[in-house]
């Protein structure tokens, strides 16, 4: 299995921050990443797939680059919305495999 | 508005089978996409578990290979979950989802799954 190790576990910020978020695989992954949001009590939410797009109806803010075995999530100018779970994803093999998640709190 | 619902046992016994349900809304399971369980356990470590396509395919995780099954009723445009010979390890949040190729863009709202006497 693609072991896909995420950091960091956790992550405070202020509000208006930059903060990133990254995600290695164990081998190339060959862009088959997603990074989904999750909020306390909900069910996930898609943000990016194929590592760099960007899915219907996400805020700008949120980008997504990385290539190989290194991945990143950015949030750009963080907003209170934004404090949630992130976690990656890597589908170029089965079987499917996630990271660990961070979780993002606001300073 | 595509939305997808588990339903099933929140309590199930050692050695007993989990069976859940997810209904599908908005969308039929048969014109598109892998409809897929995933599971979150305590602690947010997230599984793959499996999927059955819209043709009626087929992949489990080979972890559970042994212990899964996911088939469908498309009249009733359900597909489900079973998992045989739990353990208290099998404690977790279970989402059916629609995914492709892998993807997955819809979630259910999941269901909360305790193994335990």
């Known amino acids: 299995d693609i072991q896909m190790t995420q950091s960091p576990a956790s992550l405070s910020a202020s509000l208006g921050e930059t903060v990133t978020i990254e995600c290695r695989a164990s081998?190339?992954?060959?862009?088959?990443l997603a990074w989904y949001q999750q909020k306390p009590g909900k069910s996930p939410q898609l943000l990016i797939y194929n590592a760099n797009s960007l899915h219907t109806g996400v805020p700008s803010r949120f980008s997504g680059s990385g290539s190989g075995t290194q991945y990143s999530l950015k949030i750009n100018s963080l907003q209170s919305e934004d404090v949630a779970s992130y976690f990656c994803?890597?589908?170029?093999?089965?079987?499917?495999?996630f990271g660990a998640g961070t979780k993002l709190e606001l300073k | 508005e595509i939305q997808l619902q588990e339903s099933g046992p929140g309590l199930v016994k050692p050695s007993q089978s989990l069976s859940l349900t997810c209904s599908v809304t908005g969308y039929t399971i048969t014109s598109g996409y892998d409809w897929s369980w995933i599971r979150k356990f305590p602690g947010n470590k997230m599984e793959w578990m499996g999927y059955i396509s819209y043709s009626g395919s087929t992949n489990y995780n080979p972890s559970l290979k042994s212990r899964i099954s996911i088939t469908r009723d498309t009249s009733k445009n359900q597909f489900f979950l079973q998992l045989n010979s739990v353990t208290t390890e099998d404690t977790a949040t279970y989402y059916c989802?629609?995914?492709?190729?892998?993807?997955?863009?819809?979630w259910g709202q999941g269901v909360m799954v305790t193994v335990s006497s």
């Open positions: 081998e190339d992954i060959y862009n088959g």
């Open positions: 989802a629609r995914c492709y190729p892998g993807i997955t863009d819809y």
């Open positions: 994803q890597q589908y170029y093999d089965y079987p499917y495999t």
